[in-house]
Structure formats: C-alpha cells, structure tokens
C-alpha cells in the first residue's frame, strides 16, 4: 500500500499535555503560517515565531489571515484555534484532542445522561465554588438562587475595592462599545477564559456542549467549568483593568488574565478539576501508552469490548 501522502503527524507522546502548556495567544490584523514546526504571525512590524506544540489556544481577532498548513500543525499539535470577532466578543473555534481514547468522553456522557447523576455533578460544581459549606441537600433552583448572591456580592465587592461604579452586569455582543468599561473588561476577560477552558476540554477528549448546568449550547461544559473561575481570575481582574482607565479594555483585559493564569497553573488546574467532577475515584492521566497505540476496539451487549479489525465470521 502506497504511503499517505503529506508530513506524518507529530506522535502523542513528543506533545506536550493540557497542563503543560501556555494558555492562549491572542493575533489580529496579520498573517499566520507555518515555519518548521513553528506558526508564524507576520505584520508590517515582523514576524513572529509562537511553539505550536506547547499552545492551549490560538485566538484570532479580526483582520488575521491564517494559511492550510499553520492549521495542519496545529491541529496535529492538539491545539485550539478559537475565531473571535473583534473585542474577542464572539467566538468560533476548532479542536483536536491529546488523546485518542474516548473513555472521559463516554464517562461524561453517561453522567449527563442520568438525571441523578448529572445532579450529583451539578451540585459537586457548585461545592467547589462553596468550599466548607454543604450543598448535597440543595435543588437546582436553590443552587442557582446561592450562587447568583455570591456572585453579585462579589460585583459590589470588587466595586468598593477598586472604585468603579457599578450598577448591574449590563452588554449588547453585537455592540461591544455600547456597555460601560466595566462590563466590557467582564465580556473580554470571559472570553478569554471561555477559549483556554475550550482547548482544555477538548484536549481532553470531552464534549464541550454537554453541559451539566448550562445545557442546549454547543459550549454548555465550556461555560460549566469557566464558572468556577469568574470569582477569582476574571471578575478581579475586569475590575482591575476597569480602575485604570484604559485606552484598550479588550487588549489589556486578555493580556492581564493571561498572566494571571500564568502565574497560577491554570491549566493544570483545570484538568485537574475536569478530572475531579469526572472521574473522581480515578488518578488524573491525560494520556497514556494506551491512547498512543490509537487502538479501536468494538461495543458488546454484554458489557465487555472486543478487538477492532477482526474479520469475525472466520
């Protein structure tokens, strides 16, 4: 059989895991292609050079213009590359997961799948967010009602912090200028946060639009997980930047979250957590020799899989 034709893809085991790399980086009004196993982001300053196989999420703004094959290395690096519109207010996006088996996959569909245990998801969701405190006894409707105190006591708490008046969480998507500063370093900050926690589920193998509190959008799991963050990364840091007065909210906004990220293992963080809420019984492991070997196995009624590639009437 005649080889594939095109460079092979980079093997699973020389690529670097969800935890390990850098957040995201973020382009606009340049082209993006490919050098080696670099991609290259060139303007009228220069050019450049962004390690695909260490990126979580590529973010490209308005006015970028990105070649085939800058999208072949990163999708063979496991990277996400997230279109978003100007200000970073939309938001579209392409993934490929580190891993080749689907049991986180299978494991989170299951859990959404059954009432019961989507509610036990559900409420170890908000646990987190209410550490010390006991929620197993608490409806959906109570959660959410606990959940909506805390997050406008942190708004007037952050206010009084910083000294930026604020009134209610307030934006038009299609009119990002409209909102006041304030509201537009909240829409920016999570935008952000909503593209690393997309690179992290789907490098992970799971479904981004199964959701066990947000449900019937493509990123329902997205949001689900970057809710546990707001309260610590996005929230003080839109308030942050809101107090200075910036000239450029949406850039100094990602640029501060992407630090703050940086500097706390966000990521690892996140895979841990994913795991958690998961697999909670089980060690974390992104990948392992197992996924590498890209074995393809079949479904039996009896529970158990078999080989795939088995010609079975022999």
């Given at each position: ?26 382009l ?40 085939q094959?800058a999208?072949?290395l ?54 987190m ?11 959906m ?15 007037q ?158």
């Amino acid at each position: 059989m005649p080889d594939i034709p095109g460079a092979p893809p980079v093997p699973l085991s020389q690529l670097h895991r969800a935890s390990d790399r850098l957040t995201f980086v973020y382009l606009e009004h340049c082209v993006v292609h490919r050098e080696d196993n670099a991609i290259t982001a060139r303007d009228k300053r220069g050019t450049v050079y962004i390690p695909a196989a260490t990126l979580g999420a590529l973010l490209l703004g308005p006015g970028t213009n990105v070649s085939q094959q800058a999208m072949v290395l990163l999708a063979e690096s496991g990277s996400t590359v997230v279109w978003v519109g100007e200000h970073g207010v939309r938001y579209y996006a392409h993934g490929r997961t580190l891993t080749q088996s689907s049991r986180l996959l299978e494991r989170q569909a299951a859990l959404v799948s059954d009432p019961t245990t989507r509610l036990k998801v559900a409420r170890e969701m908000y646990a987190m967010r209410f550490p010390g405190e006991d929620v197993s006894h608490l409806s959906m409707q109570q959660l959410r009602g606990r959940e909506g105190a805390r997050v406008r006591r942190l708004y007037q708490e952050h206010a009084r912090r910083t000294g930026v008046k604020w009134t209610r969480r307030s934006y038009d998507p299609s009119n990002f200028d409209d909102s006041t500063p304030i509201n537009q370093a909240l829409s920016a900050a999570n935008a952000s946060l909503y593209g690393v926690v997309h690179a992290v589920v789907v490098a992970l193998g799971c479904a981004p639009g199964l959701g066990f509190i947000h449900t019937g959008h493509v990123l329902s799991f997205v949001f689900d997980v970057a809710d546990l963050y707001k309260a610590t990364i996005t929230i003080p840091v839109a308030f942050d930047v809101a107090q200075r007065d910036s000239i450029d909210i949406a850039g100094d906004t990602r640029r501060a979250v992407r630090d703050v990220m940086k500097d706390g293992k966000f990521l690892e963080r996140c895979v841990r957590d994913i795991h958690k809420l998961l697999t909670p019984d089980e060690e974390v492991r992104e990948y392992g020799p197992e996924d590498i070997d890209n074995l393809v196995m079949l479904w039996d009624e009896n529970g158990r899989h078999v080989p795939g590639g088995v010609a079975y009437d022999e």
